[in-house]
Every structure is written in C-alpha cells, then in structure tokens.
C-alpha cells in the first residue's frame, strides 16, 4: 500500500504542475495481453497469457516550461481471457478491469506530418464485477492441488511504451506495463500487461 501511496502522490504532484491552457483529448482502443510471473506462480499460469482487449480515453496536459512534457492520465477497459488447464475449475479464466495509467510523455517532432513521443509512469488497476477478482477462485501456485486463492480487487504496475502521431490525428501505441505490487496476499505474484493499440485524437 505504501508503494501505491508513494507512487500516486508523485503522479499527481506532477499533474498539478501542468499548464491547462493547452490539452487534447485521445480515444483509442486495441489489442492486450496479460502474463503472470513471481517465485509463487504456478507452472501452467506463467506459461499461458490471457488475451483480449482495451479501450478507452486519455486526457494531455502541457507543462509550460517544458516544450515536449506532458502529463497523460487514461482511464481504460480491459478484457482479458483464457482456457484453464483440462480439469481445474473455473474451466476459463477471464479478468475485467479499469486501469488508470498516469504517464509522464516527452514528444518530439520526426517530420512535419508525424510525431514520436515515449511515455512512463505508475499504472492503477481496480477490478469489476463478472470476474475473477469478484469469483475469488482461481489456481496460482506451484502446487496445482493447492487451494484456490483470491485475487486483489487493486493492483499497481509500472508502464512504459512509445507512440507515433500521424498528421496530428491519429496516434499509434505500444506499451508494456510490470507488475509491482502482488496479485494474491501474501502470494509472490505479479501481473504484466503488454498492449498495442490505435487512438483518435480531438
């Protein structure tokens, strides 16, 4: 939780010191996929990745000073899914949830019509109902006759990722986002996020 705190009061000591004169809005949506790593995770899950999709809007503040610096929070949907292994329970695995990344984002200018911009920053996740974070059951450690374990419903990554902006209207992503803190209590279980994607911007 410290960790969380930490994290988020950097965040958004950040976000205060941007100028609100000048700020854009971006909508997009594209492919995600989730992986699980952590000296608790068992064989089966670290070695399959759940799959699906994200979608959603971010909000540009300029920082005055600063040409190229901004400060980029997003809220976004992920779905994510996957067969479990032939006789555990639940026989598919499916995660719903909002993510909220806080990206610091530095651009600069490849040709007239294109911009290129890296980003990074903390990245919260709460869980929604319909899930596995709602279900509470699911296999995660090493031993696959252990009892199931409960996911948090909060978890914290850290992102980092790339863009490309075309004609200042359309804006190609890539990002992966590592776990930091533990999926499970008490669990060394990490979530990693990789995501690729497409936005409008207005």
Same mark, same amino acid.
């Given at each position: 939780m410290k960790k969380i705190l930490i +994290? +988020? *009061? @950097?965040t958004a000591l950040l976000g205060g010191q941007a100028a609100y *004169?000048? $700020?854009e809005w971006n909508a997009g949506m594209g492919y995600a996929a989730v992986s699980f790593n952590g000296t608790d995770c068992s064989n089966f899950? $670290? $070695?399959h990745a759940l799959n699906g999709f994200y979608a959603g809007v =971010?909000?540009?503040f300029y920082f005055s000073a600063l040409a190229g610096l901004t400060f980029?929070? =997003?809220?976004l949907f992920y779905y994510q899914s996957g067969r479990n292994g032939n006789n555990v329970k639940p026989k598919y695995i499916k995660m719903h949830y909002l993510s909220v990344p806080m990206d610091v984002k530095y651009t @600069?200018? +490849?040709s007239p019509s294109m911009? *290129? $911009?890296f980003f990074a920053g903390p990245v919260l996740n709460v869980g929604v109902a319909g899930n596995l974070y709602s279900k509470n059951t699911f296999v995660?450690?090493?031993d696959e006759t252990d009892l199931m374990h409960p996911l948090t419903r909060v978890n914290l990554q850290w992102n980092v990722g790339s863009a490309v902006t075309i004609a200042q209207a359309i804006q190609l992503r890539v990002s992966y986002a590592m776990g930091v803190s533990r999926l499970i209590p008490e669990q060394e279980i990490h979530v990693n996020t990789f995501s690729v994607g497409a936005g409008f911007l207005f």
């Open positions: +994290l +988020l *009061a @950097f *004169a000048q $700020s899950l $670290s $070695s =971010s909000h540009e980029e929070p =997003s809220v @600069f200018e +490849l911009m *290129a $911009s995660t450690t090493k």
